[in-house]
Nanobody, 122 residues
Framework: QVQLVESGGGVVQAGGSLRLSCAAS????????MGWVRQAPGKKREEREL??????????YYADSVKGRFAISRDNDKNTLYLQMDNLKPEDTAIYYC?????????????WGQGTQVTVSS
């Protein structure tokens, strides 16, 4: 089992930056993939969007909508996943969830955190 706790969300003006963190605990040595998924206001759970993911070897993947603006990274010593978000846009407003899985996949979704709210004002 793995527990994931996100932090770093908040309210920011368009063009601003935020850095999300996700602290992992439990069977962290078995985690091979981690990611960030967001759910925009008014969207259903099944409409959640994968924002970015990172594999154990360091390869990362991004949604087209965030390429060039967001950067995912993982600090294995601290068991923490990060999402640096720059040049934020109002359409980035969403609840951001940290995810993890014990296999190599670009869409990790076995374990989820409770989410952190990001609001971008225009």
């Amino acid at each position: 089992q793995v527990q994931l706790v996100e932090s770093g969300g908040g309210v920011v003006q368009a063009g601003g930056s935020l850095r999300l963190s996700c602290a992992a605990s439990g069977n962290v040595l078995s985690i091979l993939s981690m990611g960030w998924v967001r759910q925009a206001p008014g969207k259903k759970r099944e409409e959640r969007e994968l924002v970015a993911s990172i594999l154990s070897g360091g390869r990362s993947y991004y949604a087209d909508s965030v390429k060039g603006r967001f950067a995912i990274s993982r600090d294995n010593d601290k068991n923490t996943l990060y999402l640096q978000m720059d040049n934020l846009k109002p359409e980035d407003t969403a609840i951001y969830y940290c995810t993890a899985e014990f296999i190599e996949t670009t869409v990790p979704n076995d374990y989820w955190g409770q989410g952190t709210q990001v609001t971008v004002s225009s």
